[in-house]
């Protein structure tokens, strides 16, 4: 094996700016950059060459990968989120381990097409229907687990405490699937759970509505004791903020905070329903936010305050969630052109704050912090956007990164790497080489 592999960059961005001719040598043993050396103007000897713009790894940071098989399907008639979401349990009931590995590897090669390196899977669908433990209690996991493997992607298992219905009530028989009964039995089970080269391990809290107050604090010093990321869907729908006044007399942001669960580690998802004390508390804690714009217009969450929660001190990272499309090119803009139809203003983020959410601080948010930068001691994960689509054609290379955000879709990934591993090669993925294919089967499985 060559003690380094050098990737020729024909653009690169830097975090700041574009560089032309970038030479950057990796490492095969532990898939890191060793060296970037800028005015490479051709190819080194024995280089592999990347034309186009070169970015750090896109980090998707919200997933549910079983919602890829809703693609489509959901898109027929009228409703709510909450009709959408009985169409949601209605495909969760058909998953067993074998199936829900068949379409998350799909799923997740689909996003290693879509120059996604990392994926944060919030996963709650733990158990048999019914709620009867698998012989492996840990069965849908580690399916998620290999799945990624098998893409050529790294994950971290956003493994999910999901109780209660609402408050005060049990689980509903849809989501007896996802509820350990307890916080300390989610611990416990949640415990067998271990990482691997691409594979981490954190935790989540459903929601306020699912996770019971007095049991917050277990999911959260569960996450503290292992510095792992916790993550926490929050007022996604005022519905839950009205309840949690009901049952508690103070926000869901609120009431995290009084448990403990906000700060440097914790991600909030969606966090589109807030009150100025809210985005305070998320900002004053470095909460971060991970925004899912394609996903919340498509579910009609509504625009989520992003602006003013990183102006509060709030790092925005993003997902592509229920998977209605799979393109944190889109994620990132949408989020910049979602502001500008709420303020009826312009600019509210350059394209190198956005880039910086689907790289740097999108892969901070799922615990690779040493993900998301091309320097030396970065992990070697690089993901190219073509510059000579009928979408990216026109604009000066320096322009790169603007063009990437405002123009380029997913369409215009040619190469993903990871960890030094070319994974998709000129538009085509050299692990699962038909990926519609293993899409349409592994959907079309959950239809009988």
């Known amino acids: 094996m060559p003690v380094t592999t050098t990737y020729w960059a024909e653009h690169a961005w830097l975090g700041t700016h574009v560089e032309p001719g970038v030479a950057i040598d990796t490492d095969p043993a532990d898939g890191r950059i060793t060296a970037v050396r800028t005015e490479a103007a051709a190819p080194p000897p ?37 009709t959408w979401r009985e169409t949601m349990y209605g495909v969760s009931e058909k998953l067993t381990p074998d199936r829900y590995f068949a379409l998350a590897r799909a799923t997740y090669a689909e996003m290693a097409l879509a120059g996604i390196t990392c994926v944060g ?32 992607i790294r994950i971290t298992l956003l493994d999910t405490a999901y109780l209660s219905a609402g408050f005060g009530e049990p689980p509903n028989r849809h989501q007896l699937r996802f509820s350990d009964g307890t916080a ?28 019971p107050a007095d049991q917050l604090a277990t999911v959260a010093a569960w996450a503290e ?20 006044r009901a049952a508690h007399g103070v926000t869901p942001t609120r009431l995290l905070a009084d448990h403990g669960v906000l700060g440097r580690r914790t991600t909030a998802v969606h966090a589109t329903h807030l009150t100025e004390e809210d985005i305070a508390l998320l900002g004053g804690s470095s909460t971060g936010t991970c ?21 509060a001190g709030s790092p925005l990272s993003l997902g592509s969630d229920s998977h209605a499309v799979i393109d944190l090119l889109e994620e990132a803009r949408a989020m910049e052109l979602d502001e500008r139809l709420r303020t009826r203003a312009r600019g509210h983020w350059t394209a190198a704050a956005l880039l910086r959410a689907a790289t740097a601080d999108g892969h901070a948010a799922l ?57 998709v090669r000129d ?19 959950l239809r009988t």
């Open 427 to 445: 538009g085509v993925h050299r692990l699962v080489p038909d990926v519609p294919a293993a899409l349409a089967e592994s959907v079309a499985a």
């Open 367 to 423: 615990g690779w912090p040493e993900a998301g930068r091309i320097e030396p001691g970065a992990l070697a994960d690089l993901t190219t956007v073509a510059l000579d689509s009928v979408r990216t054609a026109g604009p000066h290379p320096r322009l790169g990164a603007e063009t990437a955000v405002f123009a380029a879709t997913n369409a215009d990934v040619r190469h993903t790497v990871v960890g030094g591993r070319h994974v």
């Open 121 to 152: 899977e919030f996963h709650y669908l733990h158990h048999a229907p019914g709620g009867t433990p698998y012989d492996d209690p840990n069965a849908m996991g580690e399916a998620l687990l290999a799945a990624a493997a098998e893409a050529g």
């Open 46 to 82: 024995g280089a592999v060459t990347l034309r186009g713009l070169t970015l750090p790894g896109l980090a998707n940071a919200h997933s549910h990968a079983f919602h890829r098989a809703l693609r489509g399907a959901v898109q027929i008639g009228s409703g709510t989120f909450w």
């Open 291 to 311: 925004m899912c714009p394609t996903t919340e217009r498509d579910l009609a969450d509504g625009i989520g305050p992003a602006a003013a929660l990183q102006r």
């Open 184 to 211: 300390d039995a989610w611990a416990e089970r949640a415990d067998a759970l271990k990482g691997s080269g691409h594979a981490r391990i954190g935790a989540a809290v459903h929601s306020v509505r699912a996770v």
């Open 225 to 244: 004791d292992r510095a792992a990321p916790l993550h926490v869907h929050l007022s996604e729908q005022t519905a839950e903020n009205d309840a949690c």
